[in-house]
């Protein structure tokens, strides 16, 4: 398999891996693995996105990303 399609798709299946743990179910399951599982999805995300060279702008960037799928992915398994 490509390095490339390997880059992309790692990031989209631990998101996947980590909404379809949050979602409401009869078990209860622990929300520190949907945690972590959405923490590696987002920092390999953030190593495709393009640079602007500004920190500041980079750093501004990720976190309002981060806080955006965070949000999305709340909205979606709420009960």
Not at 38 to 64: K, N, Q
């Given at each position: ?6 880059q ?15 979602l ?14 959405g923490?590696a ?8 996105t ?30």
């Amino acid at each position: 398999m490509d390095n490339t399609l390997i880059q992309i798709l790692l990031p989209l299946v631990l998101g996947a891996g980590a909404v379809i743990w949050l979602l409401p179910s009869a078990k209860k399951k622990p929300r520190v693995v949907a945690g972590i599982l959405g923490l590696a999805s987002l920092y390999f995300l953030s190593s495709l996105t393009h640079r602007s060279g500004s920190v500041e702008r980079d750093v501004m960037f990720d976190v309002f990303a981060a806080v955006a799928l965070m949000a999305g992915a709340m909205m979606v398994t709420d009960k």
